[in-house]
Protein backbone atom coordinates (compact mmCIF):
# COMPACT_ATOMS: atom_id res chain seq x y z
CA UNK A 1 0.00 0.00 0.00
CA UNK A 2 0.85 3.42 -0.31
CA UNK A 3 3.09 5.28 2.73
CA UNK A 4 5.36 7.95 3.59
CA UNK A 5 8.30 7.60 5.64
CA UNK A 6 10.24 10.44 7.34
CA UNK A 7 13.60 11.39 8.80
CA UNK A 8 12.94 11.25 12.48
CA UNK A 9 13.00 14.70 15.16
CA UNK A 10 13.18 16.41 16.39
CA UNK A 11 16.08 18.19 14.14
CA UNK A 12 17.95 21.11 16.08
CA UNK A 13 19.85 23.70 14.42
CA UNK A 14 21.09 27.01 14.57
CA UNK A 15 20.07 30.16 12.57
CA UNK A 16 21.34 30.07 9.16
CA UNK A 17 22.06 26.17 8.69
CA UNK A 18 21.19 24.23 5.92
CA UNK A 19 18.03 22.07 6.43
CA UNK A 20 17.41 18.88 5.19
CA UNK A 21 14.46 16.62 6.14
CA UNK A 22 14.40 13.25 4.16
CA UNK A 23 11.13 11.72 2.82
CA UNK A 24 10.60 8.85 1.15
CA UNK A 25 7.54 7.34 -0.31
CA UNK A 26 5.75 4.03 -1.76
CA UNK A 27 2.98 4.60 -4.36
CA UNK A 28 1.64 2.73 -6.76
CA UNK A 29 1.89 5.19 -9.95
CA UNK A 30 3.12 8.47 -9.36
CA UNK A 31 1.22 10.68 -6.79
CA UNK A 32 1.07 14.18 -5.99
CA UNK A 33 3.65 15.14 -3.25
CA UNK A 34 3.08 17.37 -1.02
CA UNK A 35 5.08 19.02 2.04
CA UNK A 36 2.71 20.61 4.98
CA UNK A 37 3.98 22.33 8.14
CA UNK A 38 2.41 22.50 11.84
CA UNK A 39 3.03 25.78 13.79
CA UNK A 40 2.78 25.35 17.30
CA UNK A 41 -0.93 25.59 18.38
CA UNK A 42 -2.37 25.68 14.92
CA UNK A 43 -3.52 23.22 12.12
CA UNK A 44 -1.28 21.81 8.91
CA UNK A 45 -0.79 24.91 6.56
CA UNK A 46 0.26 23.33 2.75
CA UNK A 47 4.24 24.77 2.37
CA UNK A 48 4.42 23.25 -0.63
CA UNK A 49 3.39 20.59 -3.61
CA UNK A 50 5.14 18.46 -6.92
CA UNK A 51 3.01 17.03 -8.99
CA UNK A 52 5.03 14.59 -11.15
CA UNK A 53 8.50 13.57 -11.49
CA UNK A 54 11.21 16.04 -11.32
CA UNK A 55 8.83 18.22 -10.44
CA UNK A 56 10.29 21.48 -7.97
CA UNK A 57 7.77 22.71 -5.27
CA UNK A 58 9.16 26.07 -3.31
CA UNK A 59 7.66 28.44 -1.20
CA UNK A 60 8.94 30.44 1.35
CA UNK A 61 12.93 29.77 0.87
CA UNK A 62 11.90 25.76 1.03
CA UNK A 63 12.26 23.49 -1.79
CA UNK A 64 11.85 20.04 -2.89
CA UNK A 65 12.47 17.92 -5.92
CA UNK A 66 10.05 15.14 -7.18
CA UNK A 67 12.43 12.13 -7.56
CA UNK A 68 11.10 9.04 -8.94
CA UNK A 69 13.82 7.06 -8.86
CA UNK A 70 14.61 7.38 -5.41
CA UNK A 71 11.33 7.67 -4.67
CA UNK A 72 12.03 10.60 -2.43
CA UNK A 73 11.00 14.14 -2.04
CA UNK A 74 13.24 15.63 0.75
CA UNK A 75 12.80 19.04 1.59
CA UNK A 76 15.65 21.96 2.19
CA UNK A 77 16.38 25.05 2.95
CA UNK A 78 19.65 27.22 2.76
CA UNK A 79 19.25 29.22 5.79
CA UNK A 80 16.84 28.61 8.79
CA UNK A 81 15.47 31.03 10.90
CA UNK A 82 13.84 30.81 14.25
CA UNK A 83 10.31 31.65 12.89
CA UNK A 84 10.64 27.87 10.99
CA UNK A 85 10.26 26.39 13.90
CA UNK A 86 7.58 23.65 13.62
CA UNK A 87 6.66 20.34 12.91
CA UNK A 88 7.16 18.92 8.72
CA UNK A 89 4.65 16.48 7.59
CA UNK A 90 5.55 14.76 4.47
CA UNK A 91 2.79 13.33 2.48
CA UNK A 92 1.55 11.93 -0.96
CA UNK A 93 -2.21 11.45 -2.28
CA UNK A 94 -4.09 8.35 -2.06
CA UNK A 95 -5.92 8.73 -4.39
CA UNK A 96 -9.93 10.05 -4.18
CA UNK A 97 -8.59 13.58 -2.02
CA UNK A 98 -6.83 11.45 0.76
CA UNK A 99 -3.47 12.40 2.08
CA UNK A 100 -1.07 9.80 3.52
CA UNK A 101 0.99 11.27 6.03
CA UNK A 102 3.94 10.84 7.00
CA UNK A 103 4.68 10.86 11.28
CA UNK A 104 6.14 14.56 11.03
CA UNK A 105 9.82 15.77 12.30
CA UNK A 106 9.95 18.27 14.91
CA UNK A 107 12.45 21.05 13.98
CA UNK A 108 13.79 23.93 16.38
CA UNK A 109 16.15 26.61 15.18
CA UNK A 110 18.02 28.65 18.10
CA UNK A 111 19.53 31.86 17.42
CA UNK B 1 -11.54 35.02 4.35
CA UNK B 2 -10.83 31.22 3.36
CA UNK B 3 -11.18 29.09 6.52
CA UNK B 4 -12.27 26.00 8.43
CA UNK B 5 -13.43 26.63 11.95
CA UNK B 6 -13.47 23.65 14.59
CA UNK B 7 -15.14 24.03 17.87
CA UNK B 8 -14.12 23.28 20.41
CA UNK B 9 -10.21 23.96 20.40
CA UNK B 10 -10.31 21.69 24.26
CA UNK B 11 -11.86 18.65 25.48
CA UNK B 12 -12.03 16.46 28.44
CA UNK B 13 -14.74 14.18 29.08
CA UNK B 14 -15.20 11.11 30.54
CA UNK B 15 -15.48 7.82 29.12
CA UNK B 16 -19.12 6.68 27.45
CA UNK B 17 -20.02 10.45 27.69
CA UNK B 18 -21.24 11.06 23.42
CA UNK B 19 -19.85 14.20 21.99
CA UNK B 20 -19.38 16.21 19.19
CA UNK B 21 -17.22 17.95 17.49
CA UNK B 22 -18.16 20.55 14.70
CA UNK B 23 -16.49 21.19 11.68
CA UNK B 24 -17.72 24.26 8.88
CA UNK B 25 -15.91 25.26 5.78
CA UNK B 26 -16.72 28.19 3.74
CA UNK B 27 -14.93 27.41 0.64
CA UNK B 28 -17.71 25.63 -0.78
CA UNK B 29 -15.92 22.29 -0.88
CA UNK B 30 -17.48 19.48 -1.58
CA UNK B 31 -14.44 16.97 0.35
CA UNK B 32 -14.52 17.43 4.00
CA UNK B 33 -12.54 14.94 5.69
CA UNK B 34 -11.67 14.07 9.91
CA UNK B 35 -7.67 13.09 11.12
CA UNK B 36 -6.54 12.06 14.26
CA UNK B 37 -3.01 13.37 14.74
CA UNK B 38 -1.26 10.75 17.43
CA UNK B 39 2.94 10.95 18.24
CA UNK B 40 4.95 9.38 15.92
CA UNK B 41 1.93 7.97 13.59
CA UNK B 42 1.79 11.48 11.80
CA UNK B 43 -2.05 11.91 10.54
CA UNK B 44 -4.57 9.24 10.14
CA UNK B 45 -7.80 9.32 8.19
CA UNK B 46 -10.95 8.76 10.22
CA UNK B 47 -13.66 9.53 8.30
CA UNK B 48 -14.34 11.45 4.58
CA UNK B 49 -17.24 12.88 2.50
CA UNK B 50 -16.72 13.58 -0.91
CA UNK B 51 -20.44 15.36 -0.70
CA UNK B 52 -23.55 16.21 0.94
CA UNK B 53 -25.22 12.69 2.22
CA UNK B 54 -21.67 10.81 1.07
CA UNK B 55 -19.14 9.33 3.84
CA UNK B 56 -16.73 6.61 3.45
CA UNK B 57 -14.17 5.39 6.15
CA UNK B 58 -10.55 6.24 6.13
CA UNK B 59 -8.02 4.16 8.00
CA UNK B 60 -8.91 4.59 11.38
CA UNK B 61 -13.29 4.49 11.54
CA UNK B 62 -13.70 2.58 14.83
CA UNK B 63 -15.37 4.57 17.35
CA UNK B 64 -16.35 7.73 15.41
CA UNK B 65 -19.32 8.48 13.06
CA UNK B 66 -20.06 11.54 10.67
CA UNK B 67 -22.93 13.35 9.09
CA UNK B 68 -22.63 15.49 5.76
CA UNK B 69 -26.48 17.16 5.79
CA UNK B 70 -24.82 20.52 4.47
CA UNK B 71 -22.02 21.09 2.33
CA UNK B 72 -20.42 23.41 4.61
CA UNK B 73 -20.49 21.13 7.79
CA UNK B 74 -19.24 18.02 8.80
CA UNK B 75 -19.09 16.82 12.73
CA UNK B 76 -17.20 14.18 14.00
CA UNK B 77 -19.32 11.80 16.65
CA UNK B 78 -18.11 10.09 19.66
CA UNK B 79 -20.97 8.16 20.91
CA UNK B 80 -18.93 6.51 24.01
CA UNK B 81 -15.29 7.68 23.82
CA UNK B 82 -12.66 5.75 25.31
CA UNK B 83 -9.58 6.80 26.50
CA UNK B 84 -7.97 5.57 23.55
CA UNK B 85 -9.68 7.87 21.55
CA UNK B 86 -7.83 10.66 23.25
CA UNK B 87 -5.74 12.68 20.60
CA UNK B 88 -5.49 15.80 18.60
CA UNK B 89 -8.06 15.68 16.02
CA UNK B 90 -8.42 17.66 12.94
CA UNK B 91 -10.80 18.16 10.14
CA UNK B 92 -10.03 19.59 6.47
CA UNK B 93 -11.37 20.31 3.09
CA UNK B 94 -10.58 20.57 -0.57
CA UNK B 95 -11.96 20.94 -3.69
CA UNK B 96 -12.61 17.26 -5.33
CA UNK B 97 -10.07 15.87 -7.83
CA UNK B 98 -6.49 15.16 -8.01
CA UNK B 99 -3.62 16.66 -8.48
CA UNK B 100 -3.63 20.56 -7.60
CA UNK B 101 -6.93 20.61 -6.24
CA UNK B 102 -5.67 18.11 -3.68
CA UNK B 103 -4.51 21.02 -1.68
CA UNK B 104 -5.87 20.78 1.96
CA UNK B 105 -7.13 23.46 4.17
CA UNK B 106 -6.91 22.41 7.75
CA UNK B 107 -8.72 23.54 10.71
CA UNK B 108 -6.87 24.09 13.96
CA UNK B 109 -7.49 21.10 15.62
CA UNK B 110 -9.66 19.79 18.77
CA UNK B 111 -7.78 18.31 21.29
CA UNK B 112 -9.77 15.81 22.81
CA UNK B 113 -8.75 13.98 26.02
CA UNK B 114 -11.19 11.55 27.39
CA UNK B 115 -10.55 10.15 31.36
Known amino acids: GNSVTQMEGPVTLSEEAFLTINCTYTATGYPSLFWYVQYPGEGLQLLLK?????DKGSNKGFEATYRKETTSFHLEKGSVQVSDSAVYFCALEGGYNKLIFGAGTRLAVHP | EAQVTQNPRYLITVTGKKLTVTCSQN?????MSWYRQDPGLGLRQIYYSMNVEVTDKGDVPEGYKVSRKEKRNFPLILESPSPNQTSLYFC??????????????FGQGTRLTVV
Open chain 1, 50 to 54: ATKAD
Open chain 2, 92 to 105: ASSLLGTGTNTEAF
Open chain 2, 27 to 31: MNHEY
